[in-house]
């Protein structure tokens, strides 16, 4: 089955403990991203990926770092996480289109809470 | 620079009556258009795009969405609304300035009443 999975799914952590929420893909897909999502502000990109060791800042990169090893995976890691990082995140893939985005295929979240 | 204005946060039909979410964009060039939504606890899951063919896209669900760029609008609308419509719906916008970015929309969350 075509899918990208994330783990894990909730996780409550402290202030300052490094954390990695990993990403995986089965399709092949050239592009991958991590979004969080916050009542009211929609989906903000964080970092995304063109391809296997390509890797770019979105629009909130602050405070996270990415690694693209491998085309399937694409961690996210938070290495001292803050309250204001609570938050539900995403991870995404897709195949690149003609310098373009095409359709993007969501993991199910992962809700985070840094106390 | 690519945006999204979707508006109206929250939109309440009764079951049966039209749906209409409005989408506006702003792209420089031709863009990729997207209607996503999320229904509770998932993550989300494409409802249609409009990729420069036809201007009128249909979807899944019933739903579908007439790209508009006189008007630089691409609204998704579903002649019936169902109960199980009810979700939160993200329009997106992909383009070639973007640099391989989707910018969302805030949202729209969609209630439908008995």
């Known amino acids: 089955e075509a899918q990208v999975t994330q783990n894990p799914r909730y996780l409550i952590t402290v202030t300052g403990k490094k954390l990695t929420v990993t990403c995986s893909q089965n399709m092949n897909h050239e592009y991958m991203s991590w979004y969080r999502q916050d009542p009211g502000l929609g989906l903000r990109q964080i970092y995304y990926?063109?391809?296997?060791?390509?890797?770019d800042k979105g629009d909130v990169p602050e405070g996270y770092k990415v690694s693209r090893k491998e085309k399937r995976n694409f961690p996210l890691i938070l290495e001292s996480p803050s309250p204001n990082q609570t938050s539900l995140y995403f991870c995404?893939?897709?195949?690149?289109?003609?310098?373009?985005?095409?359709?993007?295929?969501f993991g199910p979240g992962t809700r985070l809470t840094v106390l | 620079a690519q945006s999204v204005t979707q508006l109206g946060s929250h939109v309440s039909v009764s079951e049966g009556a039209l749906v209409l979410l409005r989408c506006n964009y702003s792209?420089?060039?031709?863009?990729?258009l997207f209607w996503y939504v999320q229904y509770p606890n998932q993550g989300l899951q494409l409802l249609l795009k409009y990729t420069s063919a036809a201007t009128l896209v249909k979807g899944i669900n019933g739903f579908e969405a007439e790209f508009k760029k006189s008007e630089t609008s691409f609204h998704l609308t579903k002649p019936s609304a169902h109960m199980s419509d009810a979700a939160e719906y993200f329009c997106a916008v992909s383009d070639q300035t973007g640099g391989f970015k989707t910018i969302f929309g805030a949202g729209t969350r969609l209630f439908v009443k008995a």
């Open positions: 995404a893939s897709s195949f690149i289109d003609g310098g373009r985005n095409n359709e993007q295929f």
């Open positions: 990926s063109m391809n296997v060791e390509v890797t």
């Open positions: 792209s420089s060039v031709p863009p990729y």
